[in-house]
Nanobody, 127 residues
Framework: QLRLVESGGGLVQSGGSLRLSCAAS????????IGWFRQVPGREPEEVLC????????YYVESLKGRFASSRDNAKATAYLQVNNLKPEDSALYFC????????????????????WGQGTQVTVSS
């Protein structure tokens, strides 16, 4: 079946860094836009950024700009999210989503805009 599996999360102290991975199985990422989302208890999933099939990148959370960076390796069917200088307020469940449409735009998407998403990896930042 088609699925995405995230990994790389964990407990980290303030100022630390992590690299999250999003591995696809059952399909190719070649023509997919990939969105990274975060979710905290009581809130709807929030798209952090989007990376398009041709490398377009859109960032949706001002406080994360300069600290979060996305990349992709289509040959490995894997996308990455590098998170640096982490702060306690960054703590959330992070997950990826993939879809051929609608693609990256200058505004964040809803999770359901994508065709498939993973269960997420927890990032917890301690003070």
């Amino acid at each position: 079946q088609l699925r995405l599996v995230e990994s790389g999360g964990g407990l980290v102290q303030s100022g630390g860094s992590l690299r999250l991975s999003c591995a696809a199985s059952g399909f190719s990422l070649d023509y997919q836009s990939i969105g990274w989302f975060r979710q905290v208890p009581g809130r709807e999933p929030e798209e952090v950024l989007c990376i398009g099939p041709s490398g377009r990148k859109d960032y949706y959370v001002e406080s994360l700009k300069g600290r979060f960076a996305s990349s992709r390796d289509n040959a490995k069917a894997t996308a990455y999210l590098q998170v640096n200088n982490l702060k306690p307020e960054d703590s959330a469940l992070y997950f990826c989503a993939a879809g051929r449409f609608p693609g990256c735009t200058n505004k964040p998407h809803k999770l359901e805009d994508y065709g498939v998403w993973g269960q997420g990896t927890q990032v917890t930042v301690s003070s």
